[in-house]
């Protein structure tokens, strides 16, 4: 059974970076798969905010207004967040999950996640 | 970006009757469409993949359709662990994208 954690700050101030990580257990994240993270504002709905396939490939999600990346590190069994120049409206709840992949190489549904991490932008 | 739309945005249901739930794609996914099962303060939890395949452990009271753009999840039987918000999500072109949801709560 694959598990995911998410860790990070709960508080970021605006105009910071906020940085999250997500380690993966029983599942090596350099066998397969794309890595995701999805957030949910409180009381909204799910938004995609980007994946890394295990060769290192990624797609973001080109709405977003705060500039993302995201990164593998193999060693740790982990991926990782970040989000520059933060502002409130980045204030939700981060969840990390796996993505399928097909044997075209594209990106599936999300079939494990991760309980997901509060994290609150304010002063 | 694909835009999915989901209605209604509340579905009130008895338990014991059916619900079904309704999901809309601006443009063709074919049939690369998920439906995810949210309770409050839990990780979403995939039901339904492929528009109509039961994810692992889902019970068979749990359906899902296609017709073109639209999409169905059907509860044959509410049961009290359903009442729940509902997503659908479109994986067939980056950048993915969710529904706004559907809240199925008791009537």
């Known amino acids: 059974q694959v598990q995911l954690q998410e860790s990070g700050p709960g508080l970021v101030k605006p105009s910071e970076t906020l940085s999250l990580t997500c380690a993966v257990s029983d599942y090596s994240i350099s066998s397969g798969y794309y890595w995701g993270w999805i957030r949910q504002p409180p009381g909204k709905g799910l938004e995609w905010l980007g994946s890394i396939y295990h060769s290192g490939t990624t797609y973001y999600n080109p709405s977003l207004k705060t500039p993302v990346t995201i990164s593998l590190d193999s060693s740790k069994n982990q991926f990782s967040l970040k989000l520059t120049s933060v502002t409130a409206a980045d204030t939700a709840v981060y969840f990390c999950?796996?993505?399928?992949?097909?044997?075209?190489?594209?990106?599936?549904?999300?079939?494990?996640w991760g309980q997901g991490t509060l994290v609150t932008v304010s002063s | 970006e694909i835009v999915m739309t989901q209605s209604p945005a509340t579905l009130s249901v008895s338990p014991g009757e059916r619900a079904t739930l309704s999901c809309r794609a601006s443009q063709s996914v074919n049939s690369n469409l998920a439906w995810y099962q949210q309770k409050p303060g839990q990780a979403p939890r995939l039901l339904i993949y492929g528009a109509s395949t039961r994810a692992t452990a889902i019970p068979a009271r749990f359906s899902g359709s296609a017709s073109g753009t639209e999409f169905t999840l059907t509860i044959s039987s509410l049961q009290s662990e359903d009442f729940a918000v509902y997503y659908c999500?479109?994986?067939?072109?980056?950048?993915?994208?969710f529904g706004g949801g559907t809240k199925v709560e008791i009537k």
């Open positions: 999950a796996r993505q399928g992949v097909n044997h075209y190489g594209s990106g599936l549904n999300f079939d494990y």
């Open positions: 999500q479109q994986y067939a072109h980056w950048p993915l994208t």
